[in-house]
């Protein structure tokens, strides 16, 4: 079946550096990929997200990269805050176009 | 707007014993979703309604059922609580399908154990 996957559950960095988190899924026909945010005892929050149509797309202080050969994507946090130590989510549209499928998360701890 | 509102937002259930999640939202969306999050995993879908009257099973369905009979509303029914169903469980909206680009705003959850 259909799958998110994860390549590091958990991350530590000082604050100011750059993180990176990764993802990889299995349906090389998803169309639609998104980045959420989740603090502790919250519901996710939306951060940034990409269309297949795109390689890269920026916001502010964030960078998602789209690998569609090799179905990988990435999230990159610039000049990591304190407040950005929470889970990450990379989010997958399923095959037929009418959810998300979720991965694991990754922890994010920014220390300063 | 208040966006997408869960109650309650813990519960402890005795085994057998059933309850109702409720979730509701205001920013007219017409696709709704039910996930639930066990420790150090993802979430995992349980059923989605794409509009009022229309509901559908995602992949986690069993021991769950659900109602949609008006835009807003989107409750989930726990019929025989089993502490398989310990959980947190989210809701969330949309405006359209996440085919067309459009992603989720989630409820800030609620945090069921049963016992």
């Known amino acids: 079946g259909e799958s998110v996957g994860l390549h590091l559950p958990t991350l530590s960095v000082q604050e100011g550096d750059n993180s990176i988190i990764n993802c990889a899924y299995s349906n090389s026909a998803s169309d639609y990929f998104i980045w959420y945010k989740q603090e502790s005892g919250k519901g996710p929050q939306f951060i940034i997200d990409i269309r297949s149509n795109m390689d890269k797309r920026q916001g502010q202080r964030v960078t998602v990269l789209l690998n569609k050969t090799v179905k990988h994507l990435s999230l990159q946090i610039a000049a990591t805050q304190p407040g950005d130590s929470a889970v990450y989510f990379c989010a997958v549209q399923n095959q037929a176009g009418t959810a998300l499928i979720f991965g694991k998360g990754t922890t994010l701890s920014v220390s300063s | 707007n208040a966006g997408v509102t869960q109650t309650p937002k813990f519960r402890i259930l005795k085994i057998g014993q059933s309850m109702t999640l409720q979730c509701t939202q205001d920013?007219?969306?017409?696709?709704m979703y039910w996930y639930r999050q066990d420790p150090g995993m993802g979430l995992k879908l349980i059923y989605y309604s794409v509009g009022a009257g229309i509901t559908d099973k995602g992949e986690v369905p069993n021991g769950y059922n659900v109602s949609r009979s008006t835009t807003e509303d989107f409750p989930l029914r726990l019929e025989l609580a089993a502490p398989s169903q310990t959980s947190v469980y989210f809701c969330?909206?949309?405006?359209?399908?996440?085919?067309?680009?459009?992603?989720?705003?989630f409820g800030s959850g609620t945090r069921l154990t049963v016992v």
């Open positions: 969330a909206s949309s405006y359209s399908n996440v085919g067309q680009g459009y992603g989720y705003t």
């Open positions: 920013m007219n969306h017409n696709y």
